[in-house]
Protein backbone atom coordinates (compact mmCIF):
# COMPACT_ATOMS: atom_id res chain seq x y z
CA UNK A 1 0.00 0.00 0.00
CA UNK A 2 2.77 2.62 0.72
CA UNK A 3 5.48 3.22 -1.18
CA UNK A 4 8.81 2.36 -0.88
CA UNK A 5 10.31 6.01 -0.12
CA UNK A 6 7.73 6.41 2.47
CA UNK A 7 8.35 2.81 4.47
CA UNK A 8 12.20 4.09 4.07
CA UNK A 9 11.80 7.26 4.88
CA UNK A 10 9.79 6.03 8.43
CA UNK A 11 12.40 3.44 8.79
CA UNK A 12 15.06 5.87 8.91
CA UNK A 13 13.19 8.21 11.46
CA UNK A 14 12.05 5.36 13.55
CA UNK A 15 14.97 3.11 13.63
CA UNK A 16 17.65 5.93 12.84
CA UNK A 17 16.68 9.59 14.14
CA UNK A 18 15.09 8.64 16.66
CA UNK A 19 18.19 7.99 19.14
CA UNK A 20 16.75 5.61 21.91
CA UNK A 21 14.65 3.54 19.88
CA UNK A 22 18.43 2.61 18.33
CA UNK A 23 19.32 1.81 21.84
CA UNK A 24 16.46 -0.29 22.53
CA UNK A 25 16.83 -1.89 19.15
CA UNK A 26 13.92 -1.80 17.93
CA UNK A 27 13.55 -3.12 14.24
CA UNK A 28 10.27 -2.54 11.83
CA UNK A 29 9.46 -5.81 10.51
CA UNK A 30 5.65 -4.70 9.17
CA UNK A 31 4.26 -1.50 8.34
CA UNK A 32 0.68 -1.55 7.51
CA UNK A 33 -1.80 1.22 7.49
CA UNK A 34 -3.33 -0.65 10.21
CA UNK A 35 -1.08 -2.34 11.99
CA UNK A 36 2.36 -2.32 12.58
CA UNK A 37 5.18 -4.34 13.76
CA UNK A 38 8.90 -4.80 15.43
CA UNK A 39 10.79 -6.82 17.00
CA UNK A 40 13.41 -6.49 19.92
CA UNK A 41 16.36 -8.73 20.49
CA UNK A 42 17.34 -8.63 23.91
CA UNK A 43 20.92 -7.74 25.08
CA UNK A 44 22.48 -7.39 28.40
CA UNK A 45 21.64 -3.39 28.33
CA UNK A 46 17.82 -4.04 28.35
CA UNK A 47 18.25 -6.56 31.33
CA UNK A 48 15.97 -5.18 34.61
CA UNK A 49 16.32 -8.48 36.68
CA UNK A 50 19.61 -9.50 36.31
CA UNK A 51 18.87 -13.27 38.17
CA UNK A 52 16.43 -13.90 35.80
CA UNK A 53 17.94 -12.18 32.65
CA UNK A 54 14.52 -10.09 32.36
CA UNK A 55 14.03 -7.13 30.55
CA UNK A 56 13.63 -4.29 31.97
CA UNK A 57 10.18 -2.99 32.60
CA UNK A 58 11.13 0.39 30.94
CA UNK A 59 12.19 -1.23 27.75
CA UNK A 60 8.79 -2.99 27.58
CA UNK A 61 7.19 0.47 28.32
CA UNK A 62 9.00 2.63 25.73
CA UNK A 63 8.81 -0.08 23.21
CA UNK A 64 5.16 -0.40 23.68
CA UNK A 65 5.29 3.57 23.52
CA UNK A 66 7.28 3.79 19.85
CA UNK A 67 5.05 1.10 18.32
CA UNK A 68 2.06 3.22 18.96
CA UNK A 69 3.47 6.14 17.61
CA UNK A 70 4.55 4.33 14.75
CA UNK A 71 1.27 3.42 14.28
CA UNK A 72 -0.23 6.98 14.57
CA UNK A 73 2.51 7.59 11.68
CA UNK A 74 1.19 4.83 9.45
CA UNK A 75 -2.30 6.10 9.98
CA UNK A 76 -1.57 9.33 9.08
CA UNK A 77 0.25 8.57 6.57
CA UNK A 78 -2.52 6.33 5.04
CA UNK A 79 -4.78 9.41 5.28
CA UNK A 80 -3.02 11.57 3.67
CA UNK A 81 -2.17 9.44 0.12
CA UNK A 82 -2.33 12.36 -1.72
CA UNK A 83 0.21 14.14 -0.74
CA UNK A 84 3.65 13.04 -2.15
CA UNK A 85 5.53 10.49 0.95
CA UNK A 86 8.50 13.27 2.19
CA UNK A 87 5.42 15.85 2.44
CA UNK A 88 3.75 12.76 4.43
CA UNK A 89 6.98 12.36 6.76
CA UNK A 90 6.73 16.01 7.84
CA UNK A 91 3.63 15.74 9.25
CA UNK A 92 5.27 13.64 12.16
CA UNK A 93 7.11 16.66 13.62
CA UNK A 94 4.62 17.37 16.37
CA UNK A 95 3.38 13.98 16.97
CA UNK A 96 3.96 13.38 21.07
CA UNK A 97 2.28 11.05 23.75
CA UNK A 98 0.12 12.67 25.94
CA UNK A 99 -1.20 9.50 28.01
CA UNK A 100 0.14 5.92 28.11
CA UNK A 101 -0.86 2.73 30.02
CA UNK A 102 1.25 -0.51 30.28
CA UNK A 103 -0.22 -3.83 31.92
CA UNK A 104 2.92 -6.14 32.70
CA UNK A 105 1.33 -9.53 32.41
CA UNK A 106 3.97 -11.90 32.38
CA UNK A 107 7.60 -11.58 32.99
CA UNK A 108 9.56 -10.73 30.07
CA UNK A 109 12.67 -13.50 29.30
CA UNK A 110 13.44 -14.46 25.82
CA UNK A 111 16.35 -14.02 22.82
CA UNK A 112 13.41 -11.53 21.19
CA UNK A 113 10.39 -9.79 21.73
CA UNK A 114 7.67 -8.91 19.34
CA UNK A 115 5.99 -5.85 19.52
CA UNK A 116 2.73 -4.54 17.64
CA UNK A 117 0.29 -1.79 17.74
CA UNK A 118 -3.30 -0.78 15.63
CA UNK A 119 -4.47 2.92 16.00
CA UNK A 120 -8.10 2.62 17.14
CA UNK A 121 -9.13 6.12 16.45
CA UNK A 122 -7.08 8.79 14.19
CA UNK A 123 -8.73 12.46 14.83
CA UNK A 124 -7.88 15.76 13.82
CA UNK A 125 -6.01 16.26 16.83
CA UNK A 126 -5.60 13.21 18.88
CA UNK A 127 -5.08 9.19 18.40
CA UNK A 128 -5.83 6.19 20.36
CA UNK A 129 -3.98 3.24 20.14
CA UNK A 130 -3.39 -0.53 21.53
CA UNK A 131 -0.20 -2.27 21.76
CA UNK A 132 0.88 -5.99 22.50
CA UNK A 133 4.24 -7.06 23.35
CA UNK A 134 5.09 -11.06 22.89
CA UNK A 135 7.64 -13.34 24.25
CA UNK A 136 9.43 -15.54 21.24
CA UNK A 137 7.13 -18.45 21.83
CA UNK A 138 4.10 -15.80 20.96
CA UNK A 139 3.32 -15.89 24.19
CA UNK A 140 1.60 -11.89 25.35
CA UNK A 141 3.85 -10.22 28.03
CA UNK A 142 2.18 -6.79 28.25
CA UNK A 143 -0.14 -4.99 26.75
CA UNK A 144 -0.82 -0.77 26.33
CA UNK A 145 -2.85 1.65 25.17
CA UNK A 146 -2.01 5.18 24.81
CA UNK A 147 -2.69 9.12 23.08
CA UNK A 148 -0.95 11.09 20.80
CA UNK A 149 -1.67 14.48 19.85
CA UNK A 150 -1.25 14.61 16.34
CA UNK A 151 -1.53 18.16 15.21
Given at each position: MFEEEFVKGLKKI??????????????I???????VRARIQ?????VGHFSYNRIHGGVISAG????????????I??????????QRLRRF??????????DYLRPGI?????LQAEVLRLGSRVASTRMEFFG??????????????VS
Open positions: FEEMISFNRVLGLQHDLGPAKMKPELLDAMGGLAVMAAGARHMDEAPLANLGTIDLRIGEYFDPEGTLLSTGSAAYI
